[in-house]
């Protein structure tokens, strides 16, 4: 995207100057943050991030670059030939960056700007230090799109929450959160965010909601916005909120950190605040001082892959936690230490959730089954049951907070609901055409929504299982989308 960016810069200077033809450099001087900057992050950073460099060069600051790695300095300003730099990017042996293995070289226009750069002294932009954390900097820089008025393909719903009075359901949409009436199913307001999507949404006591969510790959993010703001506009009966910069609707910013936040979870009491994600990072907040003051109090690194899922107790003294590693894990949050391991999926686990009564931790994942084991420490965590499952991977595990019941969702189209005492199935609600990504219950735990990946919201009665209502949660897309296979 950015490199895209750097190259239609190079065009559009092209057409400006005549004299000079595509793949050379453009003739006015190149700017490092906006034209050098995003080619090494795109095609450098992930093998020179900060963390561990390739060749100990950590190409994320200049400072760093300007150090070398195992070599000098690897820029020499104003001489492009002599820069080490330039002879790695069009080297055509083992010397080579990006490394042969990996595919192909730069392409010449890059290497070009990357050349007049160091032609032209090598300098940086002015508010730019040695130290400026580039990563961060390009990401100040990025502006979100507006959301748009009438989608042209439905999209996916990976995150829901019921207002906490129960009257509408809060969906992920594309840089924007869609509201729905939950009585009419119609669209009632749009809260345009800075993150392409939601992966997670839960209400706080206080009324305000959390997101967890990002851009894959580019960032993450947990933000409180709060959706009762004065909107910024009305359109035919929609209000439009600006969540991206009114401080009145994005009412405060919890986190940034460099990848996907994929789960949310909040205590019993409300207190206690855990978000994990692409990162392998939980982070764990303390909101007793109301959300403006929300203290950070641990950032927990126990899993070696994403994070896909958290739970608290019900004392909130013990979090659960589900990854791509293939494992789920049981952190205690007094003594911050990890208590269990459970391994028995052997395959991503993308869902826990931890029983009343403080003895179960039940998790499922792309194994297609769940699984309850022993979450008292003194027996390590051994397998319970291998429940029944899905005919697919089971991509959301819901505990219902007033009943023993288990809620899954699906790669197989299907939600099912389970007793979570006797491990027998209680329900299977059919209807969705497509992999059924999000779930979510209202206030009373009486209604159900999930939410498909071809766009559908569909809301069932509990425990039966009726269907209630459903709706293609995309504005301007019209009801029910064609089956995917
Ligand atoms: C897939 C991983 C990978 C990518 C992507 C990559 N590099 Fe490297 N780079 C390496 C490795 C490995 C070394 C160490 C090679 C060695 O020591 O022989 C290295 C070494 C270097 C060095 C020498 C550092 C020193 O002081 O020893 C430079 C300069 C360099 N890379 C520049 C770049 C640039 C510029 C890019 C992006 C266009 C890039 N690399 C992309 C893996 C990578």
Redesign the pocket.
Known sequence: MTSRIAAAVIVALSILNPGSSQGQAPKTPVSFIRDVAP??KE??F???GAKNP????D?TKIEALRK?????D?IVPGKADES??VD??KATD??R???R??GDP?AAAKIAV?EQWIAEGAKIDGGLTPSTDLVKELRRRWTPPSPLQRYAFPVQITAQAFSPDGKKLVVSGHHELTIWDVETGKLTARLSTRSRRAMALLFLPDGNLVYGGGRPGEEGEVAIYNIKAAPSKTEEGIAWLNGVDDPKVLVKKLLETDDEVQCLALSPDGKKLAAGGCDRMIHLWDLTPGIANAKLEQSIENHADWVFSVAFSADGKRLGSASRDKTAKLWDITAKESLLTFPDHQAPVFGVALKADGKVGFSAGDDRQIRSWNITTDQGAKQVKAMAGHGGPILKLLQHPKQPWLITAAADNTVRLWNADTAAAMKTLSGHTDHVLSIALNPEGAILASGSYNGEVRLWKLPEGTPVRDFAASPGQMVATKPKK
């Open positions: 080619i090494f095609n450098c992930g093998c020179h390739k060749g100990k060069l190409m070398g790695g195992t070599k000098d690897p080490h730099l790695v990017l083992a010397s960056m990006p490394p293995e990996t730069l990357i």
